[in-house]
T-cell receptor, first 115, second 111 residues
Framework: DTGVSQNPRHKITKRGQNVTFRCDPISEHNRLYWYRQTLGQGPEFLTY????????KSRLLSDRFSAERPKGSFSTLEIQRTEQGDSAMYLC?????????????FGSGTRLTVV | GQQVMQIPQYQHVQEGEDFTTYCNSSTTLSNIQWYKQRPGGHPVFLIQ?????EVKKQKRLTFQFGEAKKNSSLHITATQTTDVGTYFCARTLYNTDKLIFGTGTRLQVFP
């Protein structure tokens, strides 16, 4: 297992287009998280899943954002009708719940630029 | 609010000097986690503190959790250029696994 994998690494899109990102977590991890990070800021929580169930979604997330985790494995994050303010690094992380905590493992992220 | 504040925002040190970043919350924390993000990289988990007054060490890094569980610190002894990056503390809220990141401290080390 090579860790959390995110694709694509970079995405440039025109305003108004839809984009979809994919995250493949560490296989035995049951929790998966999406964060957004802009330059000079800390990661901002978007949503998270336990297995296939979406447990929480940030109130900051507009209806243009949707995430899925079918079958509790990989996850996709879709942004519809992109806006310039959506430009950011989108980070995925996974973790395993249990007695001992090993932290969140983050992927390398997908950098979105909306032009 | 829910976010934890970190100070300083930036720190430039000469290699070999010590460095400390502080994390403060207005509410009691159930736990505190620390992450390091290298320039151009992604956050990497360093440690989690859970107990009041807890102190943990990782080589040159010392992590502390305050007695009141409202603050935490990360101290690096004799910094090296490999310590360059942004250090984030992060909290989870009670009854949720959502991780809220602090504002971060960017460390620059000059050789």
């Amino acid at each position: 297992d090579t860790g959390v994998s995110q694709n694509p690494r970079h995405k440039i899109t025109k305003r108004g287009q839809n984009v979809t990102f994919r995250c493949d977590p560490i296989s035995e991890h049951n929790r998966l998280y999406w964060y957004r990070q802009t330059l000079g800021q800390g990661p901002e929580f978007l949503t998270y899943f336990q297995n296939e169930a979406q447990l929480e979604k940030s109130r900051l997330l507009s209806d243009r954002f949707s995430a899925e985790r079918p079958k509790g494995s990989f996850s996709t994050l879709e942004i519809q009708r992109t806006e310039q303010g959506d430009s950011a690094m989108y980070l995925c992380a996974s973790s395993l719940t249990g007695q001992r905590f090993y932290g969140y493992t983050f992927g390398s992220g997908t950098r979105l630029t909306v032009v | 609010g829910q976010q934890v504040m970190q100070i300083p925002q930036y720190q430039h040190v000469q290699e070999g000097e010590d460095f400390t970043t502080y994390c403060n919350s207005s509410t009691t924390l159930s736990n505190i986690q620390w992450y390091k993000q290298r320039p151009g990289g992604h956050p990497v988990f360093l440690i989690q503190l859970v107990k009041s007054g807890e102190v943990k060490k990782q080589k040159r890094l010392t992590f502390q959790f305050g007695e009141a569980k409202k603050n935490s610190s990360l101290h690096i002894t004799a910094t090296q250029t490999t310590d360059v990056g942004t250090y984030f503390c992060a909290r989870t809220l009670y009854n949720t696994d959502k991780l809220i990141f602090g504002t971060g401290t960017r460390l620059q080390v000059f050789p």
